[in-house]
């Protein structure tokens, strides 16, 4: 008998592995105001020939690849943003709902961005992490209205409303993995990570909103070791560590960091990907 399960697992083991349907696949974490690293370690990637055939994003993470998914240029995303604000995207409303800010100005300047309507549409398949809280699992989209996707991938619990998709409600995919590596991993041969949420010794102020966002970013630390496992490769940005997440001020910077930090991890792949 053991010398017949021996042979199954042999034999098991030696059979051609089904072909995965993408080369190569980006996640991208959460991270607020630092997402904006991202755009530069896109920038980075592409420059030394790694382009993503799929694109999987959390939170921050999931606005930079739908905007990345629909074609638009790099430098164009960071161009969206310049001029923008915390107060132009959200409202204080904290009437009917279970956070102090409504993202619907947020939801409609996303839809109008990428000018496209639903995730299937897009021109690099695209995949959203979002949190179930209902059920209090991850959930992840791959079609549907871009926009309240969007939304629901980027609701940090307590400082913005939950998202209502189909009857269940979701908040934001970094409460439970905030780097989307699970989505795609077996999509794909090869999984590029990039996390730029790494987490701050800032002294943080006793508010409700500072308290909010201390907690999420605790949770997020907590959680994105095994999906950073599941990568090929990792690109981090400890130097993104004294950002603010709602600081649209230094987006500039967050890219440069995130230009870097690509720049310095490819160095370091002598084999590749």
């Known amino acids: 008998m053991i010398d017949q399960i021996k042979e199954k697992i042999v034999e098991y083991l030696s059979e051609p592995q089904p072909k995965r349907p993408y080369r190569l696949g980006v996640a991208l974490s959460g991270g607020g105001a630092r997402g904006f690293a991202h755009v530069g370690a896109l920038k980075a990637l592409e420059e030394a020939g790694y382009t993503p055939d799929c694109i999987a994003g959390v939170s921050a993470g999931s606005v930079v690849a739908v905007m990345y998914a629909a074609g638009i240029p790099l430098d164009n995303i960071l161009t969206l943003f310049s001029q923008a604000k915390f107060t132009d995207f959200c409202k204080f409303s904290v009437r009917n709902g279970d956070g102090l800010f409504s993202m619907a100005s947020f939801r409609k300047f996303v839809e109008k961005a990428v000018g496209i309507e639903r995730l299937e549409d897009l021109k690099i398949p695209c995949y959203i992490g979002a949190t179930n809280v209902d059920k209090g699992i991850p959930a992840e989209f791959h079609e549907g209205p871009i926009g309240e996707r969007v939304q629901a991938s980027c609701s940090i619990p307590i400082i913005f409303k939950s998202t209502k998709i189909d009857g269940t409600h979701y908040i934001d995919g970094g409460v439970l993995r905030n780097l989307p590596a699970w989505i795609i991993r077996d999509?794909?041969?090869?999984?590029?990570?990039?996390?730029?949420?790494?987490?701050?010794?800032?002294?943080?102020?006793?508010?409700?909103?500072?308290?909010?966002?201390?907690?999420?970013?605790?949770?997020?630390?907590?959680?994105?070791?095994?999906?950073?496992?599941?990568?090929?490769?990792?690109?981090?940005?400890?130097?993104l560590a004294g950002y603010q997440v709602f600081n649209l001020k230094d987006i500039k910077k967050a890219y440069l960091s995130g230009y870097a930090a690509a720049h310095r991890a490819i160095s370091d792949w002598n084999d590749g990907v």
């Not at 730029?196 to 800032?202: A, E, G, I, T, W």
């Open 187 to 239: 999509k794909c041969e090869k999984l590029i990570g990039i996390n730029v949420s790494p987490l701050s010794n800032y002294r943080y102020r006793q508010s409700i909103k500072e308290m909010a966002m201390r907690t999420y970013n605790l949770m997020a630390k907590a959680n994105q070791q095994q999906d950073m496992q599941m990568c090929d490769r990792v690109i981090v940005t400890p130097d």
